[in-house]
RNA sequence: GCGCCCAUAGCUCAGUUGGAUAGAGCACCGGAUUUCUAAUCCGGCGGUCCCAGGUUCGAAUCCUGGUGGGCGUGCCA
């Protein structure tokens, strides 16, 4: 919150506690919101809940705030609208207060003071021997700006990557490689060489189900832990797959904190096993060995142990919780994976419930919605399932890099280092696009959208940081003193500095909620109105005080939306 | 069958947890450049908030029942 909104509260906390509600009862029901119309003020109050527990009319509460509420050096004017009170701030205050934290980068636009948050975020989680392809962006773009968002916000965060290389698809894999593998192929390309291999094996598993038999076999062969063939063939395959997620990795600059995938859980499975056990829930049923969660209304009983003795995604998953619980005592675990998982985790939940342990309230699914593309009669359907070809994600990286080169043939022929800026505005407009809807939507993936750069899109909000950059790079002197400038000049720049002010708040409901498209949202509104403002009041052209008053209005602008566009991943250019 | 999710302008979506006259972008139409980047800005057109009940001072938002679409539903992840 910001000084000015903290005055706000604290006066109306005052006049309140005058009209005979104490603070602390009056404090959880003032909830400041900025109004639906503009017109009507900078912050509102509805007087509804507080009337209702003073045991007033919510307009007559109203009227006595409005009138409680004199004007001072930051207030403007308090005035009742029925059972509302809309406030005005006075212009140079909105304006020093805004601009000032700012330019010193204090919370909520930097960075909060440490917090006793502890985030675990369970993110992109790849499997290997696998292409990385669209399905896998929205976790990690998703999880890549909550990780960010709660630093800012001074929690402690572990970003982790869950990598699939462990389980069945991984023993299905080895399975078509004995079969029809050749090494000097896989070392030529081996992502690429497996991928095909795997292809392959769906096609003839479908006729032939004793390969799924084999691959079984191959999995309990790998998990009794000897130095086999299939644990050699394992390592190698995991190391090459890091190597080649390291790419996307580095284009969406994703980072983890820790990589332990399922089999880094592999010995801690039956220490896990051993803890449900001594519950006394775990029951045989067909040979496996499972919890029942119906008295939770989960009508399907989470599987731990197949009949087989071979461990299940869950047995690696309730390992995992009692790991990160025992080293990082997080307070939220999210796992970032898609709305199709749902059961899965909660059973996850539901066991560690039935164990009355305490973590069970840390664990939190944050789904997501598919990504979709259109198909052929123009209906959407998942994009990774057109004749089971997966599209890669560096493949529709480029192709918005390559539409971002020709844009800017076209827009700014001149630009140096074309290369690198095309490469930072073609990725930026991919995730923009996956983070600017709420995350449970499904992503209409069609190029045509994608590739229209006008709107409500990433290059919008880059080129407006482009615009600003320009502005402060043309303006041949630095950004002005705080203490030098008069704010009084900026009474024009009301509705940028009032989008301004609302941006702890949607960090704050962005992190609450697991909702990066709240930031997003924000960074479009700001460069709405600062492309509208740049339009109207010019900077360089205007007197000396006009003109340093709009520098430093710039420079916050700027770096704002720098801050927004950070927490979402993507770094913005200097020109384009 | 059962469970979960989604449904708001022609299309894609917001709507700050129940509040003021439901808002954007795209598309379409019209306009703005001797001045800091027109990937921009300004204006216009466009609504049975899926339907029917209910809760209350007040419902796009909450409840019940439908309809349509999606996802999931014991030895995959």
């Known amino acids: 919150m910001s000084q000015l909104q903290r005055h706000l509260r604290d006066r109306l906390l005052d006049a309140l506690q005058g009209l005979g509600l104490s603070r602390t009862d009056a404090e959880p029901m003032l909830r400041l919101e900025p109004p639906k119309n503009r017109e009507h003020g900078d912050v509102a109050l509805g007087a509804f809940q507080l009337a209702k527990a003073m045991g007033k009319a919510p307009p007559a509460l109203a009227a006595e705030l409005a009138a409680a509420i004199a004007p001072d050096a930051t207030v403007a004017a308090a005035v009742a609208a029925g059972p509302f009170v809309n406030f005005r701030f006075q212009r140079a205050a909105l304006a020093r207060d805004v601009l000032t934290d700012i330019l010193q980068n204090a919370a909520p636009y930097g960075p909060a003071a440490k917090s006793k948050e502890v985030v675990c975020i369970d993110f992109s989680s790849p499997n290997i021997a696998k292409p990385f392809h669209i399905g896998h962006m929205r976790s990690t773009v998703i999880g890549t700006s909550l990780c960010r968002i709660h630093r800012h916000l001074g ?12 389980g069945m698809p991984f023993a299905k894999m080895m399975t ?20 095909d291999l795997y292809k392959r094996y769906s096609k003839e598993a479908k006729d032939n189900p004793a390969l799924d038999d084999e691959a079984a076999k191959h999995f309990q062969a790998l998990e009794s832990g000897d130095d086999n063939k299939e644990r050699r063939m394992w390592q190698f395959l995991r190391d090459e ?24 859980f592999e010995d801690k499975m039956e220490d896990a096993m051993q803890r449900v056990a001594k519950k006394g829930i775990l029951e045989t049923s067909e040979g496996a060995e499972v919890v029942t969660l119906k008295e939770q209304g989960i009508a399907t009983p989470c599987l731990l142990r197949k009949s087989d003795g071979t461990t299940l995604y ?11 619980e025992s080293t990082y005592h997080p307070t939220r675990i999210l796992y970032i994976v898609g709305a199709e998982q749902k059961l899965h985790f909660d059973q996850l939940k539901g066991v560690l419930v039935k164990m009355k342990e305490p973590i069970a309230a840390a664990v939190e699914h944050v789904p997501f919605g598919l990504v979709l593309s259109k198909n052929d009669e123009g209906k959407w359907e998942k994009f990774a399932s057109r004749s089971g070809n997966a599209v890669f994600l560096d493949e529709i990286l480029d192709e918005a890099v390559r539409k971002v080169t020709k844009v800017i043939a076209e827009k700014n022929p001149d630009l ?15 995730v923009f696009n996956d983070l600017k809807n709420s995350r449970i939507k499904d992503v209409k993936f069609d190029w045509e959208t994608m590739l229209n750069f006008e709107g409500e899109t990433g290059p919008y909000v880059s080129y407006a940081c482009a615009r600003l950059s320009s502005i402060l790079r043309k303006s041949e002197q630095s950004v002005p003193a705080i203490d030098k400038v008069d704010f009084s000049q900026l009474a024009d720049a009301e509705k940028v500095l009032l989008v301004m002010l609302d941006f702890g708040t949607a960090v704050q409901r962005a992190a609450e909620q697991s909702e990066p498209s709240i930031v997003t949202a924000h960074t479009i509104a700001l460069a709405g109105e600062i492309h509208s403002y ?23 602008a700027r770096r704002l939306l720098v801050t927004g566009l950070s927490l979402l991943g993507i770094t913005p250019p200097e020109r384009m």
């Open 176 to 195: 078509a490689y004995m079969h029809w593998g050749d090494e000097t192929e896989l070392q030529k390309a081996p992502m690429r060489y497996m991928f």
């Open 534 to 556: 740049l339009r109207d009041h010019h900077v360089l052209g205007a007197e000396p005080a006009v003109r340093d008053a709009r520098l430093l209005l710039v420079e916050a």
């Open 314 to 324: 869950h047995t690696r998953d309730l390992a995992a919780v009692f790991y990160r």
């Open 241 to 264: 797959s890091l190597k080649a997620f390291q790419g996307p990795y580095e284009r969406l600059s994703v980072t983890f904190d820790a990589i332990t995938g399922e089999s880094f």
């Open 155 to 166: 929690a402690t965060v572990h970003g982790i990557n869950h990598l699939g290389d462990w």
């Open 416 to 430: 140096e280092d074309k290369d690198r800026i095309a490469e930072q505005v073609g990725v930026a407009a991919i």
